[in-house]
């Protein structure tokens, strides 16, 4: 994946040396609250930051000024040019623009380099903060699927089911508000 550049941000591959950076906020539970995952220990983030250090599909979201990874992004290819778009960011670093900053700017990437027809989103309804980012990129909800996953489960194995908001934008779409944009 190339380097994506913005005003504040670098989203670049993962290195093996961002452990710590990832570490900071993988061992957060409220960040990792709508996660698949538990918090992970320094060990758990050092293999990660090397897994993810081979794959495109973990991007590293650092800041320009220092190179201090605040949050990552997350992108997949499905089937019919469709891309699946994922966001994880550091709490002490939500609220300031970056995810929005660097999800527009990944999905400008996509749709533009990629070749993407269209991409979809998911989150928690419970989860407003990544709705509303969803929101703020203009991405459409096309749904409301109810008790369709789970991660977790309780104490005598059952599982905790949640719901899921689904969100789109297409191609089409994306390059009309570019272009109002500029108007």
Same mark, same amino acid.
């Given at each position: ?18 452990? =710590? ?18 918090? !992970?220990?320094? /060990? =758990?983030? $050092?293999?990660?930051?090397?897994? +993810?250090?081979? &794959?495109?599909? !973990?991007?590293?979201?650092?800041? *320009?000024?220092?190179? $201090? ?7 997949? $290819?499905? %089937? ?13 670093? *939500?609220? *300031? ?6 999800? $527009?700017?990944? @999905? ?5 380099? @990629?070749?993407?027809? +269209? ?14 980012? &969803?929101?703020? @990129? ?6 409301? &699927?109810? =008790?369709?996953?789970? !991660? /977790? ?8 089911? =949640? %719901? ?5 934008? @297409? ?13």
């Amino acid at each position: 994946m190339e380097t994506i550049a913005t005003n504040r941000l670098i989203i670049r591959n993962f290195k093996p040396t961002d452990w =710590q950076d990832l570490f900071e906020y993988f061992s957060d539970e409220e960040v990792l609250r709508y996660e698949p995952y538990e918090v !992970f220990s320094e /060990k =758990q983030a $050092k293999e990660e930051a090397e897994r +993810r250090s081979h &794959l495109d599909t !973990f991007l590293a979201v650092s800041l *320009q000024t220092s190179g $201090k990874v605040i949050g990552n992004l997350y992108l997949a $290819k499905g %089937d019919f040019d469709t891309w699946e778009l994922g966001y994880v960011f550091n709490r002490f670093y *939500q609220g *300031q623009g970056y995810a929005t900053e660097s999800a $527009k700017a990944l @999905l400008d990437y996509t749709f533009t380099h @990629l070749g993407a027809r +269209r991409i979809a989103a998911m989150c928690n309804p419970l989860n407003e903060r990544s709705w509303r980012l &969803l929101e703020r @990129l203009n991405m459409r909800r096309e749904g409301h &699927l109810l =008790q369709n996953i789970y !991660f /977790k489960t309780d104490a005598e194995g059952t599982p905790i089911w =949640q %719901d899921t908001y689904e969100y789109a934008i @297409l191609r089409t779409e994306w390059s009309t508000r570019a272009c109002l944009q500029t108007l």
